[in-house]
């Protein structure tokens, strides 16, 4: 990066809500896996004498996204047409909310790989309905208008981010916000969450910020931090000859790591603003925005906080925060079993656990019983640290106890201070071993390794190895 040039970093995202119908419509809002044009009303349409009729799943989706986002909810918002002609937009306009927004001012703060945190101040969010979708091939193109209607919040955060990993960090805790706070589904291969990078370069200590361009529809933590690091190197070569950088619109092309023009950047006033004369006000009231976000289920922050005694790595909690269900699971053991056995817990599922699809529909069924008694069992002695990740990857698939897949692998560990003695005193004894034992005398601690290695061998792998070890340094 160059040193002479600070870069600036307004972040708008959209996030489609997890509502069953469409925000004005009864049509299906999953268009996932279904065919063009087929999950779709003739409000979708925008055919004439068709009236909207508000969702109000919606509307309480919203509110619970701005509490997750530490925002002030409007008591009153209007919703507004955003007039431009486009062929995925029946109407001509967009059903938004420009002048009183549902969301106000609001506070995300996203940990750094470093430790620290990035605190992004969100303007406001506002609802509105997604626009349908284009496909080219060659000389034409077809429209498919699944997602027109679509319900979605537009975040709009306040330039506060200067940095790719600054940027990458707050869309990754924005995305996580929003998953558990149950908003979205959150899936950013169909375009759940989209991200639009602002960004501006100006030389470091200027009192003004410079030209922006906007890069659009990012839908990648990834993507939204390379595509910050190409566009500050762009600006700035550009700057750097003397020419200046053009307020636009933006594309990303992952493959190539690069942006490219797409059109001018329009004003507001471009857009022809009106108030929508088909749709009331959204009225609410303290009481009412208080029952919609009283039974909100816990956010990362407060996993965060709550596991912050047990000395979990970051690259942990990612792991662990990455499904919501592997959080609440770990969260409930620390609750019921105490600290020790949750950390234990936490790190067989940080590292031996998957976050696909798949495997977290099988986390959403896990019991926490299992893994405290398994962490009991390790704790006791009763099981080696690779045999209980054996016991663990089994317990995920199985509705057996622990104990019975030990014994069924025969894992279970030898802490039986007779028994392992027996042993000791065979391998010290034997031929094979005479000269590590002269060696161990003589001072060689390393050899010790050895000397374990053909109990563990004779025992077939069920000693103790630490008990072991403690023998063999009793009796030489």
Request: proline share 5%; charged share 25%.
């Amino acid at each position: 990066m160059n040193s002479e040039y600070e870069m600036t970093i307004g972040i708008e995202c959209h996030v489609q809500l997890a509502t069953v119908t469409k925000l004005f419509s009864p049509a299906d809002n999953d268009a996932r896996g279904k065919g063009p044009n087929s999950v779709i009303d003739p409000i979708d349409f925008g055919l004439p004498g068709m009236l909207p009729i508000l969702n109000n799943r919606a509307v309480e989706l919203a509110v619970i996204a701005g509490r997750a986002m530490n925002a002030k909810i409007a008591n009153v918002s209007r919703f507004d047409r955003k007039h431009y002609f486009y062929p995925d937009l029946p109407n001509g306009y967009q059903i938004t909310q420009m002048y009183h927004p549902t969301i106000l001012a609001g506070l995300v703060e996203a940990p750094m790989d470093d430790g620290g945190f990035v605190k992004v101040r969100i303007h406001h969010a506002h609802l509105e309905t997604d626009a349908g979708k284009l496909t080219h091939y060659g000389d034409y193109s077809l429209v498919d208008l699944n997602r027109a209607g679509t319900p979605l919040i537009e975040i709009v955060t306040e330039p506060d981010m200067h940095s790719p990993q600054e940027a990458k960090a707050f869309a990754a805790e924005l995305h996580k916000l929003m998953v558990y706070a149950g908003v979205t589904f959150g899936d950013l291969y169909h375009g759940n969450m989209r991200f639009d990078v602002n960004l501006s370069v100006a030389p470091v200590g200027s009192t003004e910020l410079g030209k922006r361009a906007e890069v659009k529809n990012l839908n990648s933590f990834r993507s939204v931090e390379r595509a910050a690091e190409y566009e500050f190197k762009r600006q700035v070569a550009l700057l750097e000859k003397g020419e200046r950088v053009v307020q636009e619109t933006r594309g990303w092309d992952d493959a190539s790591g690069r942006t490219s023009s797409q059109r001018s950047k329009e004003d507001a006033q471009d857009y022809r603003y009106m108030p929508d004369p088909d749709i009331p006000p959204i009225v609410l009231t303290n009481e009412q925005i208080e029952k919609m976000q009283e039974n909100m289920p816990q956010l990362p922050p407060f996993y965060r906080d709550k596991w912050s005694n047990l000395g979990l790595d970051k690259s942990v909690i990612d792991s662990l925060l990455a499904h919501q269900s592997y959080a609440v699971l770990i969260s409930t053991i620390q609750d019921n079993a105490g600290d020790e056995i949750a950390k234990r817990v936490a790190h067989w599922f940080a590292s031996g656990v998957s976050t696909d699809e798949e495997t977290a529909e099988v986390a959403s069924n896990f019991v926490p019983e299992g893994y405290v008694e398994l962490a009991k069992m390790v704790g006791a002695n009763e099981l080696s640290s690779t045999a209980a990740k054996e016991v663990f990857n089994e317990l995920l698939v199985s509705d057996k106890s622990p104990r019975d897949i030990a014994e069924e692998k025969n894992l279970l560990q030898v802490s039986d201070e007779s028994a392992i003695s027996a042993i000791v005193d065979e391998v010290l004894t034997d031929p094979a071993s005479a000269k590590a034992v002269e060696d161990f005398k003589a001072g060689n601690e390393k050899v010790i390794g050895f000397l374990v290695g053909q109990i563990m061998k004779k025992s077939q792998g069920k000693a103790n190895p630490a008990l072991a070890q403690k023998l063999i340094r009793e009796k030489l």
